[in-house]
């Protein structure tokens, strides 16, 4: 099982372009979750997706979007890209299930630098 | 949205017990406190949850007080590979997590 994987590892853009980031779910899970991580802090909430719809979103604007395929994998796309958008975006998969609750397993992450 | 609250930081020497301190005073009756751990370059990885009693696994102890405000990660006997940042987390709505800044721990050989 090669647990969570996300594409690129690194990248690079500058303002005002526009991004997408990729991530595989553990092998079984159907619900993908997108985290913010700034440098020194702790990861923050994007959205999470299932069955292919955005099923919770955390407070980042509208140039923040997603989307989940059939096959559970996922793409968070930025519009606009700001300077503050630099930061590790990592990616994390579960089993959403009937019991109130699921580990989340994370993937590595894709480190986006804006310059 | 109820909030965690942890110190930043902390040390422990290789091979003594560490105890990892949360506060949740505005914790409801259904949310998890779930704990994670980020080892540098890497993404977070679980360590152990509970809801009301105390829990045990391969990684650590969970405390939990009675009145669920509080709890405590216990790693029994500390390695270098412990060290990490802890995440102590409250669970909403099933799988959305709000992370804080977490606690720093250095392990000393």
């Known amino acids: 099982d090669a647990g969570v994987t996300q594409s690129p590892t690194h990248l690079i853009k500058t303002r005002g372009q526009q991004v997408t980031l990729r991530c595989s779910p553990k092998?079984?899970?159907?619900?993908v979750s997108w985290y913010q991580q700034a440098l020194g802090q702790g990861p923050q909430f994007i959205f999470q997706y299932y069955e292919e719809e955005e099923r919770q979103r955390g407070n980042f604007p509208d140039r923040f979007s997603g989307h989940q395929f059939p096959n559970y994998s996922s793409e968070l796309n930025v519009n606009a890209l700001w300077l503050g958008d630099s930061a590790l975006y990592l990616c994390a998969s579960s089993l959403l299930a009937a019991r109130a609750y699921n580990e989340q397993f994370f993937g590595p992450g894709t480190r986006l630098t804006v310059l | 949205d109820a909030k965690t609250t942890q110190p930043n930081s902390m040390e422990s020497n290789e091979e003594e017990p560490v105890h990892l301190p949360c506060n949740h005073s505005t914790i409801s009756g259904t949310d998890y406190i779930h704990w994670y751990r980020q080892l540098p370059s890497q993404g977070p990885e679980y360590v152990i949850h509970?809801?009301?009693s105390n829990v045990n696994n391969r990684m650590a102890s969970l405390a939990i007080a009675e009145d669920r405000k509080s709890s405590t990660l216990i790693l029994h006997r500390a390695t270098l590979r412990d060290a990490a940042v802890y995440y102590c987390i409250l669970q909403y709505n099933n799988n959305d997590m709000r992370f804080g800044a977490g606690t720093r721990l250095t392990v000393k050989p």
């Open positions: 092998s079984g899970h159907d619900t």
């Open positions: 509970g809801l009301t």
